[in-house]
C-alpha cells in the first residue's frame, strides 16, 4: 500500500523559515517523480514544485523561486522541502504526492502538514 | 502560465441527478489533464487522467471527456458519497495548474 507521511508543519514567523518532510513507503521512491501541492485556508489547490527521481531536475512555482528549496533522500525513501523567506501566503497545508509513472499528475497524496506564517 | 477555469464553482444537485463539471484551459493542452475530488479534511483522491481514462478503482459513473482547451467531468447518478468539491489539473507545461474547484453540494 502506498504511504505518504508529512512531518515538519507549524508556526513561523514571516521571514523564517520550516523543512518539510515526507516519508514515503509501499512503492519504489526511486521510481517516481515526486511533488509538494499547497492548499490555503478555505482556498484552491497549487502546485508548488516537483523533483526527479535521482535529484537531477527541479521545478517550482514562481511564486516560490528562490526561496523554497525541493529535495529528496532516496536511502532514506523521504522528500523534502526546505522553506525560507515564508510569507503570510505561504500559510496552506503542504501535501506530499507521488506523480504517476511517466506523467506528470499526482496518483497518491500524503494526509498534508499545516505551515502557519504569523508573527 | 496555463489558466484552468471551472465552472460552475459551486452547484446544487439532488441523489440521483446527472452532474456536469466544466473545466477550460486558456491554452491547448492536448489530453493532459487530470481530475480530483475532495472531501472536507482530507487529500484529494485522483479520478481521471488523460481527460477520459479512470484511475483503477474509481466507478464508472465518472467520465471524463475533452480535448484541447475544453473538458467535462460527468458523474451519471450523484450519491451521497460524491459529494465534494472537483478539481482539473493540466500537466501539459510547468507551472502545473490546478483549476479553482467546483463544490459539488446537496439539494
Known amino acids: 500500500e502506498v504511504q505518504l507521511v508529512e512531518s515538519g508543519g507549524g508556526l513561523a514567523q514571516p521571514g523564517g523559515s520550516l523543512r518539510l518532510s515526507c516519508a514515503a513507503s509501499?512503492?519504489?521512491?526511486?521510481?517516481?517523480?515526486m511533488n509538494w501541492v499547497r492548499q490555503a485556508p478555505g482556498k484552491g489547490l497549487e502546485w508548488v514544485a516537483n523533483i526527479k527521481q535521482d535529484g537531477s531536475e527541479k521545478y517550482y512555482v514562481d511564486s516560490v523561486k528562490g526561496r523554497f528549496t525541493i529535495s529528496r533522500d532516496n536511502a532514506k525513501n523521504s522528500l523534502f522541502l526546505q522553506m525560507n523567506g515564508l510569507r503570510a501566503e505561504d500559510t496552506a497545508v503542504y501535501y506530499c504526492?507521488?506523480?504517476?509513472?511517466?506523467?506528470?499528475?499526482?496518483?497518491?497524496w500524503g494526509q498534508g502538514t499545516l505551515v502557519t506564517v504569523s508573527s | 502560465d496555463i489558466q484552468m477555469t471551472q465552472s460552475p464553482s459551486s452547484l446544487s444537485a439532488s441523489v440521483g441527478d446527472r452532474v456536469t463539471i466544466t473545466c477550460r484551459a486558456s491554452q491547448g493542452i492536448s489530453n493532459y489533464l487530470a481530475w480530483f475530488q475532495q472531501k472536507p479534511g482530507k487529500a484529494p483522491k485522483f479520478l481521471i487522467y488523460a481527460a477520459s481514462n479512470l484511475q483503477s478503482g474509481v466507478p464508472s459513473k465518472f467520465s471524463g471527456s475533452g480535448s484541447g482547451t475544453d473538458f467535462t467531468l460527468t458523474i451519471s447518478s450523484l450519491q451521497p458519497e460524491d459529494f465534494a468539491t472537483y478539481y482539473c489539473q493540466q500537466y501539459n507545461s510547468y507551472p502545473l495548474t490546478f483549476g479553482g474547484g467546483t463544490k459539488v453540494e446537496i439539494k
Open positions: 509501499g512503492f519504489t521512491f526511486t521510481s517516481y517523480w
Open positions: 504526492a507521488r506523480e504517476a509513472a511517466g506523467s506528470s499528475f499526482s496518483d497518491y
